[in-house]
């Protein structure tokens, strides 16, 4: 599925046996998708123990696929959420809510943890008291915490081989935004950087959030990337950029919530708050309102902050990997749990594809050893050869750049990065060399045998 990433699973597969194979196993009740993904996540973890920190980046995408909900779907589902045998998918999509971990300076690990959950309606006649007491969509993000903690706990705790420990600290975006996640954290020992929705009370109750941060001191200005904004049919609504924005930081006191005061005590949190001042005409400024459990003392630490939130964008790219470069949701499935057993294996080959790409992009893009270290040496020969180079010379960056022209992308200045669609295009058509090369060196050796 690696090598044929993007086209539909009976041409993945190789033979009428493989796909049934295939077919039998994504849709076997008795396989979970947290069992298919296990191996992998501890894997992950394994490699953030070499680093000091690393950010658990959290968010969730609908996913639109299956057509109905299987009988194995009768029951309760990771969230404890009720489902009916036969509900269409209309009514109610599937959420998927992946954990990233990514370092600091944007090298993308791994999953560190996954699970799915459905839009949750309010009954009829249901009290205020009741909503507050049962499951809800916001609980998934302190959900996602303890499933990391539990994964660090049977990977042996915090504390790699070498006896460094390391920092998790969970990034996510404004949907995010609940006392419940940032409690959930610390009491698990994490750090987070969330940015703010809401505009709480603040300082015993004198004062809001905004109004707070707004009346602190400047303490300097930077400036920020401002990553390409799509909508939910992939549509761009907003270009990448670069802003100069003001820095606030100060140390504040949340206020409980008055809706539900005894479910939480005040939290004191750091917040760092990013306005630009001078937006570009017709752009709507940037107006970032970050906290954080980090230490926050000088604008050197507000811009670590700042750079930690900046890699959240991370995530959103993983997505487009799953469900443009994989095409997820183009998939023939019609069970949402086999759905799910998909997007298990899916989601692995997805940071693979992302992996790949950023090394294109970052800071080895020129170093032919990163490459050697990530894909297989079939794959660099074959590269190699169509762009006109040794295999020792082939570069991260010009084997993305090969594999995108191979797809269609004519690569002008003007073009930008090369979309998911051509990216797929452009690798399954090398897969097909690939595999017509492996074919001829198994030809060979069997000649040398005989």
């Known amino acids: 599925m690696a090598e044929h990433a993007g086209m539909s699973l009976p041409k993945q ?4 046996d493989s796909i049934k194979a295939a077919y039998r196993f994504l849709s076997n009740p008795r396989i979970m998708p947290e069992q ?15 680093h000091p920190v690393v950010l658990c980046v959290q968010d969730d995408t609908e996913i639109h696929g299956a057509r109905r909900v299987g009988k194995e779907d009768d029951g309760e589902d990771d969230a404890g959420v009720s489902q009916v045998v036969g509900k269409r998918l209309g009514e109610g999509q599937e959420i998927l809510h992946s954990t990233l971990a990514v370092t600091p ?17 309010r009954k009829k006649g249901e009290t205020k008291l009741e909503r507050l007491n049962r499951w809800r969509e916001t609980d998934v993000w302190s959900d996602a915490v303890f499933g990391v903690d539990s994964l660090t706990a049977r990977s042996g705790g915090r504390e790699g081989t070498s006896g460094a420990t390391c920092r998790l600290i969970h990034v996510a975006d404004r949907a995010s935004d609940n006392l419940r996640f940032m409690v959930a954290c610390l009491s698990v020992n994490h750090g987070f950087v969330i940015r703010a929705m809401h505009d709480r009370r ?5 004062s809001k959030l905004w109004e707070h941060m707004a009346s602190q001191a400047s303490s300097g200005t930077i400036e920020v990337k401002v990553g390409t904004q799509r909508n939910s049919l992939g ?26 005061p005894e479910a939480f005590e005040p939290l004191t949190v750091n917040v760092v708050y990013l306005r630009e001042e001078h937006p570009p005409e017709g752009v709507e400024g940037i107006d970032w309102m970050l906290l954080t459990s980090e230490v926050v003392e000088s604008l050197a630490d507000a811009k670590l902050i700042v750079g930690y939130y900046q890699k959240r964008w991370t995530v959103e790219e993983w997505h487009r990997a799953l469900k443009e470069g994989c095409r997820l949701e183009d998939s023939q499935v019609h069970e949402v749990c086999t ?14 594809l992302l992996q790949v790409r950023n090394l294109a992009q970052g800071r080895c893009k020129d170093a032919p ?10 794959w660099i020969h074959v590269v190699s050869l169509l762009a006109g180079v040794e295999s020792d010379q082939l570069t991260p960056e010009l084997f993305w750049k090969t594999v995108s022209k191979k797809g269609g992308f004519i690569g002008r200045k003007s073009d930008g990065r090369p979309g998911w669609k051509v990216i797929w295009r452009g690798w399954h058509d090398i897969s097909q060399m690939v595999r017509l090369a492996e074919l001829q060196q198994q030809k060979t050796h069997t000649k040398r045998c005989g």
């Open 105 to 121: 300076d944007g090298e993308l690990l791994g999953l560190l943890d996954q699970r799915w959950f459905k839009r949750v309606k």
């Open 202 to 206: 603040v300082e015993d109750g004198t």
């Open 13 to 16: 597969m190789e033979s009428w």
């Open 339 to 352: 759905l799910r057993r998909l997007s298990a294996v899916l989601s692995v080959i997805a940071v693979r």
């Open 36 to 50: 298919i993904g296990s191996g992998h996540r501890a894997l992950t973890y394994s490699h953030c123990l070499k």
């Open 235 to 260: 549509k761009i609504t907003r270009q990448e950029r670069c802003a100069v924005v003001t820095v606030r930081f100060a140390r504040v006191q949340l206020e409980s919530p008055l809706n539900h």
């Open 369 to 378: 050893q990163a490459l050697q270290a990530t894909v297989d040496l079939v």
